[in-house]
C-alpha cells in the first residue's frame, strides 16, 4: 500500500535531549513538509522540502533541523533549542500540486 | 486577522443531522479550497478539493466555494457517528507549500 510512515507513534524526550522524528513515503512525491499541531490551532510548518538534499524553512523552524538525503525520507530533529516541543508532529507529502498527504502523526512529550 | 478563519465549535448534531461546517479567507490570491478530517490522534485525511467557486459534491459531503465572499463550507448530509471529528479547512494560492489551515471545527454526531 502506498502512503506515509511515521514514526514512533509516542515520543517522550528530557530536558536538553535531542530527538528525530522518522518520516518514509512510497508514494514518488517529490515534496515532503513537517507541521506542527498543537490544541486548538492549525497546523504551522516547520520545514519543506521539494526536492532531494534541498530543503527550506518555514513558519516555525527555530529549534528544529531536517535533511533530505533520499527521495523517500525526510526525518525531522528536535533539537534542545526547542523551548516548548511538546506538540503533535505531522508529516506530510504532494506531487507538486496543492494537496498534501498526511502521515498518522508522532506525538512528543517533554517529561 | 488570521488569513483563514473557521470556527473551533465544538458542534454536537444527533444523528441524520444536516451539518454546516464553514471557514473565511481574507487573501484574494487563494484559488485552492481542500477539507481534511482528522480523526482523534490521527493524521488529517484529504476529504475534498475544489478550485472552482460553485458546489462540488461527493456522496454525503457537499463543498462550497464563493470567492466573492470568500467563504468556504463543507455540508455533511444524514450525518453518521462516525463522522465525528475534527475538520480542517485548507486554502493555497499555489502549490501545497503555500497552504494556510483553519484551526478546525470539532464535530460529534450522537447516536
Known amino acids: 500500500d502506498g502512503g506515509i510512515t511515521q514514526s514512533p507513534k509516542y515520543l517522550f524526550r528530557k530536558e536538553g535531549q535531542n530527538v528525530t522524528l522518522s518520516c518514509e513515503q512510497n508514494?514518488?512525491?517529490?515534496?515532503m513538509y513537517w507541521y506542527r499541531q498543537d490544541p486548538g490551532q492549525g497546523l504551522r510548518l516547520i520545514y519543506y522540502s521539494q526536492i532531494v538534499n534541498d530543503f527550506q524553512k518555514g513558519d516555525i523552524a527555530e529549534g528544529y533541523s531536517v535533511s533530505r538525503e533520499k527521495k523517500e525520507s525526510f526525518p525531522l530533529t528536535v533539537t534542545s533549542a526547542q523551548k516548548n516541543p511538546t506538540a503533535f508532529y505531522l508529516c506530510?507529502?504532494?506531487?507538486?500540486?496543492?494537496?498534501?498527504?498526511f502521515g498518522q502523526g508522532t506525538r512528543l512529550t517533554v517529561v | 486577522q488570521k488569513e483563514v478563519e473557521q470556527d473551533p465549535g465544538p458542534l454536537s448534531v444527533p444523528e441524520g443531522a444536516i451539518v454546516s461546517l464553514n471557514c473565511t479567507y481574507s487573501?484574494?490570491?487563494?484559488?485552492?479550497f481542500m477539507w481534511y478530517r482528522q480523526y482523534s490522534r490521527k493524521g488529517p485525511e484529504l476529504l475534498m478539493y475544489t478550485y472552482s467557486s460553485g458546489n462540488k459534491e461527493d456522496g454525503r459531503f457537499t463543498a462550497q466555494v464563493d470567492k466573492s465572499s470568500k467563504y468556504i463550507s463543507l455540508f455533511i448530509r444524514d450525518s453518521q457517528p462516525s463522522d465525528s471529528a475534527t475538520y480542517l479547512c485548507?486554502?493555497?494560492?499555489?502549490?501545497?507549500?503555500?497552504?494556510?489551515f483553519g484551526s478546525g471545527t470539532q464535530l460529534t454526531v450522537l447516536p
Open positions: 487573501n484574494s490570491a487563494f484559488q485552492y
Open positions: 508514494l514518488n512525491h517529490d515534496a
Open positions: 506530510a507529502s504532494s506531487m507538486g500540486g496543492p494537496q498534501a498527504f
Open positions: 485548507a486554502i493555497s494560492s499555489g502549490s501545497a507549500r503555500q497552504l494556510t
